[in-house]
């Protein structure tokens, strides 16, 4: 491999790794309007107590940018893991 096609190379993946970390940053911006639903509701809720398995610790957004427009990334009411759900409009 010559110089000039491992300065190549490298160049290409310098642009890759910039263009990635900068559709990174633009995700982590995005905030959805409205509230993650609350667990504090008039009839209390008793969840299960249970264990959570390894799998579904996963989460499967980390942010609002990874959800649709009208939802936000929340880990609901007896769940084990954070994912999109419909965001409730915050109150006035």
Not at 33 to 41: A, D, I, V, Y
Not at 42 to 70: A, H
Not at 85 to 90: D, L, R, W
Request: charged share 25%.
């Amino acid at each position: 491999m010559t110089l000039a096609s491992s300065l190549v190379i490298l160049f290409f993946l310098l642009v890759i790794s910039s263009i990635e970390a900068e559709s990174k940053q633009r995700r982590e911006l995005i905030v959805h309007e409205g509230k993650c639903p609350s667990n504090s509701l008039i009839i209390p809720i008793m969840c299960r107590r249970r264990v959570c398995l390894p799998e579904e610790l996963i989460p499967l957004c980390k942010m609002d940018g990874d959800c649709s427009t009208t939802h936000k990334c929340c880990r609901p009411l007896c769940s084990c893991r954070d994912r999109c759900v419909e965001a409730i409009p915050k109150e006035k």
